[in-house]
């Protein structure tokens, strides 16, 4: 809000802050993210939340994946694992692994 102009605008796009039992301060266990309202008011700042508009370019996106130019598995780290190594794949997501795990229970999916 600082460096926003006056009458300017800030967006918050696809940040998703509710609680987490888990986190290391009370804010964040409660969900709450600290905003200096009282200083977008003072400088008539609109607000903008909420997820990315992906319908824009999603078409788009699609075409990328489907004609290889964008290997999303890659970009996500994905990791394809079995149902009985599901549990420990929960565990590791849960302790912050940089990656996301596909579940395969009937080793269908290509590597």
């Known amino acids: 809000m600082e460096v926003t102009r006056v009458g300017g605008a800030l967006g918050i796009p696809g940040l998703y802050v509710t609680g987490d039992p888990g986190a290391v301060d009370e804010s964040a266990k409660e969900?709450?993210?600290?905003?200096?309202?009282?200083?977008?008011?003072?400088?008539?700042?609109?607000?903008?939340?909420?997820?990315?508009?992906?319908?824009?370019?999603?078409?788009?996106?699609?075409?990328?994946?489907?004609?290889?130019?964008?290997?999303?598995?890659?970009?996500?780290?994905?990791?394809?694992?079995?149902?009985?190594?599901?549990?420990?794949?929960?565990r590791d997501f849960d302790g912050g692994a940089s990656r996301k795990y596909v579940i395969d229970p009937h080793g269908s999916v290509a590597a």
């Open 31 to 90: 969900g709450t993210l600290g905003v200096r309202i009282g200083l977008g008011w003072a400088k008539s700042h609109s607000f903008t939340t909420g997820q990315c508009p992906v319908k824009k370019y999603n078409r788009q996106l699609m075409a990328a994946i489907l004609s290889g130019r964008a290997e999303i598995a890659k970009a996500v780290n994905a990791t394809t694992i079995s149902l009985d190594e599901a549990p420990q794949g929960y």
